[in-house]
């Protein structure tokens, strides 16, 4: 396991060097001169000079060589440093440190929100099933798994926010802030995780050790919850664990419908801003972030299910 | 988000194998429909896309503007019935270059194993490792809005599934007789792959790509209702909902049209993939629970 969890930090490096590599190569390509970006910053539009642009240019180090910019930026960030911003001249980190809680309280939300959601349905549809109740869930978890998040978004502000008035249209603050982009990234994983959820459940109730239950005489009540659930949890909390990194990746879309200040609308902002370093900085966050918590998905199956070991992989 | 798809799709279980192929024909007729009507989007719309009318703004639907006009007057139809032109293309052409690139990588990395496989599997693993719509996002972001970009980065991220598919019917495939008898008989190791292997990946490969065509299209408007992408005045349904989401209060059906025509698009495509699936490769048909 150990040696697993090594070779997974291992691979975590190289993708760190991958992603920032391929997005510096990218800033490089890209139109627009980071030094000129940082005068305008700095000494306003109407102030700019050649030579502002290149003392900046030679006192950021923009005036060295691809790699070697690439190598400084580097060594900086093993440090914990990230740069500073080319529009606000705020380090990079401290930005992105104070975005993050707002990115990580969305994506709870939507997991708890998707949670709520799905479990119940999962099972009321497994063990009502044909039902219409079964039908309605079906049906809609069709249409939430094949609705774009930002149409669903912009429908959710247009019914309840502007129609009925029971939320705020956008913005950042108490519960009732975070209710309508909750259920706006949470939808699509609420989707599978309703659908996983009834037929994992279809499945265990067919076997055998459910039928031996119910002919002892146990009420339906104690052979879902006692017999039933528990054994159909593993495929689900599979998928669900799955689905997390990529509630990060839903994060950037809600996050700019509903101008909640997490990261994913600092990346948006800081591509529109042609701010280089923060994008830098926000794509290696999130690099960082996704591997991680693949890792602790994976890790944290070894202990739900023993069956899986992942030495016998190597 | 593409692979969370695919795993949900993958997931779903549709009840008899009747109503699956029911619904993979309704998806094809779907898509046959979106392709006839942008082929002949020219001669079918009411109005041009581009023409504008500002005492015409806002208009809500009637039978001279089906789904109303916009801020500028302009026909909403007419410019989601283009707009399937720029969608259709977009989900096209990303499929086509990711899949001929994973074709061709996972077929080198299967057929020749070693060193070569080691490098494209660490590779396809870095991608893989990273959330592809923000990777797409960040390149797309940085090369500056436009069709182009956008094209380029999400073809960028979405080789690496039909890599690994590839090299995995590969491998299984070149161990068996009819690849020794072919190298025994002198061929050389491109015909092989392109007349042995090659058939062999076609049928994985097919409804991988049905499939990444809903999602390429998805991704895409994700990333033109973001503002990047093909720029106004071109009809993008991405940002044809991105510019409605102003007007959500006064005018929703700026909003609501563009909106309800990916939504039918992606899921026509889903639901063809879904049936190819089931008719390529029955071991892969969910157990059916009835």
Redesign the interface.
């Known amino acids: 396991m150990l040696k697993y969890i090594i070779r997974r930090l291992a691979m975590l490096v190289i993708v760190v060097i991958g992603v920032t590599l391929v997005t510096f190569t990218m800033i490089h390509l890209a139109p627009g001169d980071p030094a000129e970006l940082m005068a305008i910053a700095r000494y306003g539009l109407e102030n700019l000079s050649e030579e502002d642009i290149e003392r900046i240019r030679v006192a950021e180090g923009l005036d060295a060589p691809i790699f070697i910019q690439y190598l400084r930026w580097l060594g900086h960030t093993v440090t914990g440093d990230l740069g500073r911003s080319l529009v606000t001249a705020d380090p990079v980190q401290e930005e992105i440190l104070l975005k993050l809680p707002a990115t990580f309280q969305l994506a709870l939300a939507a997991l708890v929100v998707s949670l709520l959601v799905a479990v119940p349905a999962g099972i009321i549809s497994a063990v009502k099933q044909h039902s219409p109740l079964d039908y309605l869930t079906m049906t809609g978890a069709l249409l939430g798994v094949s609705m774009p998040n930002f149409c669903l978004g912009l429908l959710l502000i247009l019914f309840f926010a502007v129609k009925l008035g029971w939320f705020p249209v956008y913005g950042y603050g108490g519960l009732s802030h975070m209710i309508l982009p909750a259920i706006t990234l949470g939808t699509g994983m609420a989707a599978i995780t309703t659908r996983l959820t009834r037929s994992s459940m279809l499945n265990v109730l067919r076997q055998d050790y459910i039928t031996a239950a119910r002919s002892k005489g146990l009420s339906e009540g104690q052979l879902i919850f006692s017999h039933a659930l528990k054994n159909s949890f593993i495929p689900v909390i599979t998928i669900v664990g799955l689905q997390i990194g990529h509630l990060l990746e839903g994060t950037v879309i809600v996050e700019s419908i509903f101008a909640w200040p997490g990261l994913g609308k600092l990346l948006v902002d800081s591509i529109f801003a042609r701010d280089f370093s923060m994008i830098q900085g926000c794509a290696l966050l999130f690099a960082v972030l996704f591997v991680l918590i693949n890792l602790l998905v994976d890790i944290s199956y070894v202990y739900l299910d023993p069956q899986i070991r992942y030495e016998k992989e190597s | 988000?593409t692979?969370?798809?695919v795993?949900?799709?993958r997931?779903?279980?549709v009840n008899n194998q009747l109503r699956k192929n029911k619904m993979a024909l309704i998806g094809l007729a779907i898509i046959l429909l979106l392709v006839i009507v942008a082929a002949i989007a020219p001669v079918f719309v009411p109005h041009h896309p581009y023409e504008q009318d500002l005492e015409k703004a806002f208009l809500p639907p009637s039978l001279e503007y089906p789904f109303g006009t916009d801020d500028f007057g302009r026909c909403i139809f007419s410019r989601i019935i283009f707009g399937t032109r720029i969608s259709l293309a977009i989900g096209v052409v990303v499929t086509a270059i990711s899949a001929v690139t994973g074709i061709i990588l996972g077929m080198l990395a299967g057929f020749y194993s070693g060193i070569v496989d080691e490098v494209i599997m660490?590779i396809v693993?870095?991608?893989l490792?990273?959330?592809?719509?923000?990777?797409a996002?960040?390149?797309a972001?940085?090369?500056?809005p436009g069709m182009f970009n956008v094209l380029f980065a999400l073809s960028l991220v979405g080789w690496m599934g039909y890599a690994r598919v590839v090299r995995g019917v590969v491998l299984a495939e070149k161990e068996k007789n009819f690849v020794e008898t072919a190298r025994a008989l002198g061929a050389g190791s491109l015909y092989i792959m392109y007349r042995h292997l090659l058939p062999n990946v076609l049928a994985p490969v097919i409804v991988m790509a049905t499939l990444g065509i809903g999602q390429a299209i998805?991704a895409a408007?994700?990333l033109s209702?973001?503002?990047?992408g093909a720029q106004p005045p071109v009809p993008v349904w991405?940002s044809m909902?991105n510019d409605?989401?102003m007007y959500?209060?006064t005018a929703?059906h700026l909003?609501?049209f563009p909106?309800l025509a990916?939504?039918i698009t992606?899921?026509s495509f889903?639901f063809l993939g879904d049936g190819l699936r089931d008719l390529f490769d029955p071991r892969l048909r969910e157990k059916t629970?009835e």
């Open positions: 988000m692979a969370a798809v795993t949900a799709w997931n779903l279980s660490r693993d870095i991608f490792a990273f959330p592809g719509l923000i990777l996002l960040v390149i972001g940085l090369l500056g998805l408007a994700g209702f973001l503002g990047l991405g909902l409605g989401k959500l209060q929703p909003t609501i909106g990916i939504m992606v899921l889903n629970i």
